[in-house]
C-alpha cells in the first residue's frame, strides 16, 4: 500500500503527460553539461569540414548517414540512397570519428570524418545537415536500407498542394537473419507520441527549417526516448508531420545498434 502511495504522483504524470515527455524532461535536467559541450563540439566540426568543400552541396534533397565502424553496411545504405529514382539528390556520409572506407565514385556522393567520436548521433547528424544546402533533408542510418521509391513517395506528398512539413513512411522490420518481422505503420498522433515510441528519423523527411535539428543530448542506449522520437514530435510543435502508410525502409532489427534500440 505504501508502496502504491509513494508512486501515485508518477502515476497520476504520466497519465496526464505521457512517459516519453517525463523521461526527456528529466534528460534535459540530467545531461545538459553534455549537451552545451557538444555543442561547441558540432559547431567547431562544421567549421572545419565546410573550410574542406568547395561548395555545400546542394540539391532538392539532402540524404544524411551517420557512422561508424560498419563499413560494409554502410556501403550498402549508400548504394541504396543513391538508387533512389529521385536523382535531384546528395547524400552527405558523416563519420563520428572512425575513418571511412572506400565508398561508391557518384558525384551526388560526399563523405566526411569527425576528428573524435562523439558518441552522440544527433550532433553527427546536425553537422551533415549544416554541411548540405536542400529543401528537404532524409535520414538513413548506416545499418538500414531505403526501398528505390522512398524519397519518391515522401515527396509525392510533401510537394501535393496543402501537403504537410514532414512526412514518415512505415518501417518494415527485418531480423538479423534477413527474415521480416513486422510492418510498423501508425498514423501520426502527437498526442500518442507522448506515450508510445513510433518515431524514427530511417523514414522522416522534412521541410528545411530551424527546427530540424537534433538533440545533442548524449544519450547512452540506455536513454529514452532516442533522438529521433526528440526530433519528430518537436518538429511537429509547430509544422505539419503526416504518416504515409507505406513500406520504403528496410529497418534491421540489431540489439547491437550503436544509434537505435527498439
Not at 35 to 59: H, K, N, V
Not at 79 to 106: I, K
Not at 118 to 143: C, H, K, P, Q
Request: net charge positive; hydrophobic share 45%.
Amino acid at each position: 500500500m505504501t508502496r502504491r502511495v509513494a508512486r501515485a504522483p508518477w502515476t497520476l504524470l504520466k497519465a496526464v503527460f505521457g512517459w516519453l515527455v517525463l523521461f526527456e524532461a528529466r534528460n534535459k535536467v540530467l545531461l545538459a553539461p553534455s549537451a552545451l559541450r557538444l555543442r561547441r563540439i558540432e559547431d567547431a566540426e562544421t567549421r572545419r569540414l565546410a573550410a574542406g568543400l568547395p561548395s555545400l552541396p546542394s540539391a532538392l534533397v539532402a540524404t544524411v548517414i551517420a557512422t561508424h565502424r560498419r563499413p560494409e553496411a554502410l556501403r550498402a545504405a549508400v548504394r541504396s540512397a543513391l538508387a533512389q529514382s529521385v536523382r535531384d539528390q546528395v547524400v552527405m556520409v558523416v563519420d563520428d570519428g572512425a575513418g571511412l572506407p572506400e565508398l561508391p565514385d557518384d558525384p551526388r556522393l560526399f563523405a566526411v570524418s569527425l576528428s573524435a567520436n562523439t558518441g552522440t548521433a544527433g550532433v553527427v547528424r546536425n553537422v551533415g545537415i549544416r554541411l548540405t544546402r536542400s529543401r528537404y533533408v532524409a535520414f538513413l542510418d548506416d545499418d538500414n536500407l531505403w526501398e528505390p521509391d522512398h524519397l519518391a513517395k515522401a515527396l509525392e506528398a510533401l510537394e501535393s498542394p496543402g501537403g504537410p512539413d514532414g512526412v514518415y513512411t512505415a518501417l518494415r522490420r527485418v531480423l538479423p537473419d534477413g527474415t521480416d518481422r513486422d510492418v510498423l505503420s501508425v498514423p501520426f498522433d502527437r498526442r500518442r507520441a507522448a506515450r508510445e515510441s513510433f518515431l524514427d528519423t530511417n523514414a522522416f523527411v522534412a521541410r528545411r527549417t530551424r527546427a530540424l535539428r537534433f538533440s545533442r543530448l548524449r544519450r547512452t542506449p540506455e536513454v529514452m526516448p532516442r533522438e529521433d522520437w526528440e526530433l519528430i514530435r518537436r518538429y511537429a510543435r509547430r509544422h505539419r508531420v503526416r504518416h504515409v502508410p507505406y513500406p520504403t525502409v528496410r529497418y534491421l532489427m540489431n540489439p547491437a545498434s550503436f544509434y537505435t534500440r527498439w
